[in-house]
């Protein structure tokens, strides 16, 4: 009965909220179509994209689309909780003509503040179709809501590149050790012990002498996901989400608290209390945590967020630090545990990506620009530039960037900002690293052959990789054909389209999670198993047990759905 009640409560609540603010509640209705081609009528749609920092529309690439298309993006700036600026907007009702706001997106689900894509998609999308070609059913918002609502924000197609963020180490650390085994966390933890005895101290190009920091985690806020939560999972076998699931059943537990996840939770409070931790690592923000890296007196960093590494790699390059960029290494927390980064999850794109809101000024309009976005031209224009610009064609017809272009690339922490390449890549739809342009080339230049990673790597990194007997990063990691597919795609995904109990419950167990493993990790080693026990406490009564019941028959329905 509390429950019936409770849900009444929440459906008279956004029944009122939306009358309040004057919200869609229904679909709009597409006329037929009279032409396909996009018109090039100047035409501004406001947006808003997550955490994707914008610039002010006036880089080569962001002209190009404008010169192409017709359109111009007023992108709001990012500023603060993305999910708190979700809220708000579905509160005041007040929304930007395109959004990609995450797993977040069901907040404006919730007050029918999203339009629903399928008819625009069959009028106006042929670009979207080809693109996301079989993996088009997995876009379907839910088994409840079986309609596209967003574009999936994951390539289509791709094929994952080589290794970057994970379990990282100085390429000084490794060199100086003569290329020291590094499979296991003991491996990981003998190697920077031995650096950083003899390396106390650190002196950076402009002669300023520095404490040397052995493991340095970013573990405030957000960033604990990427630093303890994806890595403890990882070390057991499991992947970069909050859920532990067996393959055959797919019954889901929340991993923090497994066994297995206790004992890497362990294992960092065993290198705390050796002072091998930064002591700043949970206080600091994300820009101050890639600040440290980036100032070449960090030895060791767990980071899944490859994306941190691409400015810090550019910055000690930059400052001549070639040695103390970091290498990534296929660590677990014992030898028969294979680190599994190349699992195959099929297209792990639905549950978040672009949408066009029920505010939008002309959605057929805003339909067509998705539709260019998925085209060739524009994939290509994306990834590489402007042609004659950043890229031409080589003797042998193949896309290459020019000296000057690359440069920028591999020195400049803000190429992407300065040129607009890479900016319009995620999340908007588009195909993967593996697609071969009407040209013969790949759309994108970080194509995940062989030959083009080595082609990328700093003479170090080839030392580097030479002494460990093999041509990339990724070569040191266990292959996709050693795994399984994942038939349910990627658990994270499923958080956007959980029910509100789901959701409120899960943000608890979210900030347990914070807020205990900070605790743990810091903690004195013979109260670590009396807190780590207060904590599967604290989770059991904030409704954990519940919410892996739910996910768990999530992944069922959805498997039925995409049938």
Known sequence: MKRVLSLLLSVLLIIALVTGCG??????????PVSNKMSKDPITFTAYLGTNNSNEWDTPVEKKITKLTGVTLKIEKSVGDSKQRISLMAASGDFPDIIFAGTDLKLLMDVDGVEKLD???????????????????????????????????????????????GFCIQHAAVIEQGYPKLRTLADYENVIKTYYANHRTFKSPDGKEQSTIPLLLNGYDWGYFYSIGNPANEVNGGFDDEWTVN?????????IITNGNKEFLRWLNGLWNQKLIDRESFTESNDQFKAKLSSGRVIATIDDASWDFYGVHSALRGAGMEDKTFGTYPISRSENIKNPKYVDKGYIGFGSGVAITTKCKDKVRAMKFFNWMASEEANVLTAWGVEGVHWKYDENKKRVFLPETLKQKQNDKDFAKTT?????????PRYGNTYLDSTGNSVVPDAPEESVMISNYSKTEKQVLAGYGV?????????????????????????????????????????LTKKYSAKLIMAKPDEFDKIFNEFVKAMEGAGVRDIEKQITQAFKDRLKLWK
């Not at 292959?479 to 959701?503: C, L, R």
């Open 119 to 165: 008819d625009l998609i069959d009028q106006y999308g042929p670009n979207i179709k080809k693109v996301y070609g079989d993996s088009f059913k997995r876009l379907k918002w839910s088994p409840k809501k079986p309609n596209i609502y967003c574009l999936g924000d994951q390539a289509v197609g791709d094929k994952q590149g080589d290794a970057l963020g």
């Open 247 to 255: 393959q055959s059943t797919f019954e889901a537990k929340r991993h």
């Open 471 to 511: 041509k990339t990063w990724k070569n040191l990691f266990p292959q996709k054909d050693e795994f399984p597919v994942v038939p349910y795609g990627a658990a994270f995904k499923y958080e956007g389209s959980m029910n509100s109990d789901y959701t409120a419950i899960s943000n608890k167990c979210t900030e």
């Open 420 to 428: 607009g390449i890479g900016l319009y890549q995620y999340p908007w």
């Open 23 to 32: 919200a869609k509640t229904s679909q709009t209705k597409i006329s037929p």
